[in-house]
């Protein structure tokens, strides 16, 4: 157990619509950065927050978004769906000047 | 971000000694080499980190020549439980070492 949670674990929704996928870091880490892993793409770097602040963008639709709250926990919201968002979406969470990113268990989307 | 060349999958058996060496040419001074484990449908998972010489944990031991140039992880004598992806990463937090970029990596297949 890594300490980073994140929720749902599944989650299966229709082409068009809107979910938003929450996780927690771990207590006293204050980045926060998601990742998406779909099968033909690989583990792909999405966005980062340092203590609420967007820190550095990777390769996020501008269909996706993210907010990370006064408390450090931060969410994932994906619009207008469609079949290829279908991945694992992780959150992974740093100290403060430390190299290494834990990961949480992912959230498994669906979208049909 | 310094690239990293790794091998697509490496065969072994349970007992021995697994060495994965990452090839990472245009290494840049601040970059530090760290090596995450992943298994399926799970989030990576931090193993090791180091800088240069060599690095060793409970899990595993992580050798750096002089030149910095490539990087061998190894693993003590594999159980099945070690088959997973074992990926390879190079950078610095100063500069943008958040934005991690996963490579294939190394599927790792640990028989009886």
């Known amino acids: 157990d890594s300490g980073v949670t994140q929720t749902p674990k599944h989650l299966i929704t229709a082409t068009g619509q809107r979910v938003t996928l929450r996780c927690s870091p771990r207590s006293g880490d204050l980045s926060v950065y998601w990742y998406q892993q779909s099968l033909d793409q690989g583990l792909q770097f999405l966005i980062q927050y340092y203590n609420g602040e967007e820190r550095a963008k990777g390769n996020i639709l501008e269909r996706f978004s993210a907010q990370q709250f006064p408390d450090l926990h931060s969410e994932l919201n994906l619009s207008s769906l469609e079949l290829g968002d279908s991945a694992l979406y992780f959150c992974?969470?740093?100290?403060?000047?430390?190299?290494?990113?834990?990961f949480g268990p992912g959230t498994r989307l669906t979208v049909t | 971000l310094a690239k990293t060349t790794q091998p697509i999958s490496m065969d072994s058996y349970e007992g021995q000694e697994v060495n994965i060496t990452c090839s990472h040419n245009n290494i840049a001074t601040n970059d530090y080499i760290t090596w995450y484990q992943q298994f399926p449908s799970q989030g990576p998972r931090f193993i090791i980190q180091?800088?240069?010489t060599k690095v060793t944990n409970e899990v595993a031991s992580l050798f750096i020549p002089a030149d910095r140039k490539s990087s061998t992880l190894s693993l003590p004598r594999v159980s099945l439980s070690d088959t997973a992806v074992y990926y390879c990463l190079v950078g610095d937090t100063n500069s943008g070492y958040s934005t991690l970029t996963f490579g294939k990596g190394t599927m790792l297949l640990v028989s009886p």
């Open positions: 180091g800088y240069k």
């Open positions: 992974a969470s740093s100290a403060p000047g430390r190299h290494e990113q834990y």
